[in-house]
């Protein structure tokens, strides 16, 4: 019978510990794996990117890879090359726009998830994790975090956070803080099953921001695209994975606030072309009252300059919805 010292007891259990680490830090083959995509087209926001990827460096559970897409701007492709490491920097191979750049990125990964995170948008510490778990549901098809407003300066007074999505952010009248079942994702801070793209597709080339344009919704339509496609499939909203996105003071102005909301009318004139009516106006309209009771709350308190900023917004949206439908029409 031999007797164990304490010391090849100690040694073990450090090889024990030093086993449970490296599992820890190197997931195995069975894990979900994950790519960032990260879709820049100016250098006025070059600081913004530089943070966006240092805050996915610094995750609690590192992605398998992060890829940075420029937008058709080839002297900001070569200062990311050789400023930012840690990463791969690609061009976008097709049209000029988000679209574009989010399906030269998803082509390129190779992660079971692909992340896809605005160059403006700052990731907190634990914003992978949970976004990256949604998918241990093989029904998930896509989902989405929380997005948190970083204003440059302070939030206007006048400013009605049931309209947050005009600043790309988690708006009032969204369950913020309950993980839920939702339409589309917000394109700021959202995740794709890669696997899926076969059966689904890419972006539309029609939808996606260019520049400094205002349409966009390109996430909402691609969001009911593959629920259509894949049985039982879902999308999740994931409160605990939040970024912050900065909002520069020239969006704190009551002009870019309804050039937004007229350009997501149009936005959503196109979805619905595509989609369908139903499915791309059914968040909209559990939204329009939630937004009709905070501007009856609004009046009630004597905010009426904010009441009437959402009065102005939900028209805008709405002349911009018909607009783009009219336009359509005739085209077609």
């Known amino acids: 019978m031999t007797t164990t010292s304490a010391k090849s007891i100690f040694e073990e259990q450090e090889v024990c510990n030093s086993l449970i680490t490296s599992l820890e830090t190197n997931p195995q083959p069975g894990a979900i794996t994950s790519s960032v995509v990260i879709c820049a087209y100016t ?15 610094s995750q609690s559970v590192q992605p398998t890879e ?18 930012i490491s840690g990463v791969t920097v690609l061009s976008n191979l097709y049209e000029k726009g988000l679209s574009g750049a989010r399906d030269t990125g998803m082509e390129y990964a190779s992660g079971d998830v692909v992340l896809f995170l605005d160059d403006d948008a700052t990731p907190r510490d634990a ?15 896509m989902a989405g975090g929380r997005v948190e407003p970083s204003w440059d300066n302070k939030e206007p007074v006048w400013f009605p956070r049931e309209f947050n999505w005009v600043i ?43 520049n400094k344009g205002f349409t966009g919704c390109e996430e909402t339509e691609y969001a009911i695209r593959a629920t259509n496609a894949i049985p039982n499939s879902r999308v999740i909203y994931v409160p605990d994975s939040v970024v912050d996105h900065r909002v520069p003071a020239e969006r704190a102005q009551i002009g870019y606030f309804l050039r937004r909301c007229f350009g997501e009318g149009l936005s959503k004139a196109v979805v619905s072309d595509i989609a369908g009516s139903k499915m791309a106006l059914k968040s909209e309209r559990k939204h329009i009252v939630s937004l009709a009771k905070s501007i009856i709350k609004d009046v009630s308190h004597g905010r009426l300059g ?18 783009g439908t009219f336009r359509k029409r005739k085209t077609s």
């Open 306 to 323: 904010r009441a009437s900023i959402s009065g102005m917004g939900t028209l805008f949206t709405i002349y911009g919805f018909l607009l």
């Open 127 to 141: 914003w992978l994790e949970p976004l990256v778990a949604a998918f241990e549901d093989v029904n998930t098809v």
């Open 168 to 210: 790309g952010c988690t708006y009032r009248g969204l369950p913020v803080t309950e993980k839920s079942e939702i339409r589309n994702p917000i394109g700021a801070s959202m995740a794709i099953r890669r696997s899926m793209v076969k059966k689904v597709g890419t972006f539309t080339g029609e939808l996606g921001r260019i």
């Open 66 to 83: 992060i890829i940075v897409v420029i937008d058709h701007n080839s002297d900001m492709k070569n200062r990311a090359t050789r400023e």
């Open 43 to 57: 250098e006025e926001r070059f600081d913004d990117l530089c943070a966006a990827v240092e805050g996915c460096l």
